[in-house]
């Protein structure tokens, strides 16, 4: 493990035992962008969830083509289907809602 991964998890465990653990943020993938972003990671989620109602499975920020070229985009399972949902970072517009299909090579 990486001595950036192990300052985490430490950091992470001491708060956690400083009964600090409802105010550690969860971690997602992109999260370095985050600066980029105007639309927090919690306001997205809701915007997210109201498209979709269900459970958020996977969450990441990323750059991608469409809107202002950065996006949350969060997989949502709603009676067991699994729908992607977009949300642009910047302005906080529903980009994509679509159902998730298996990739098969």
Request: no cysteine.
């Amino acid at each position: 493990m990486g001595n950036v991964k192990r300052i985490a998890v430490f950091a992470m465990l001491s708060l956690a035992l400083a009964g600090g653990a409802s105010r550690v943020a969860l971690a997602y993938s992109g999260q370095e962008l985050a600066t980029d972003a105007k639309v927090s990671l919690a306001d997205a989620r809701a915007i997210a969830l109201k498209a979709v109602p269900g459970k958020i499975t996977d969450q990441e920020l990323e750059k991608e083509g469409g809107g202002s070229g950065l996006r949350y985009s969060f997989d949502i399972k709603y009676h067991g289907v699994t729908h992607e949902v977009g949300i642009d970072a910047r302005t906080g517009a529903l980009l994509e809602n679509s159902i998730e299909r298996l990739h098969r090579d």
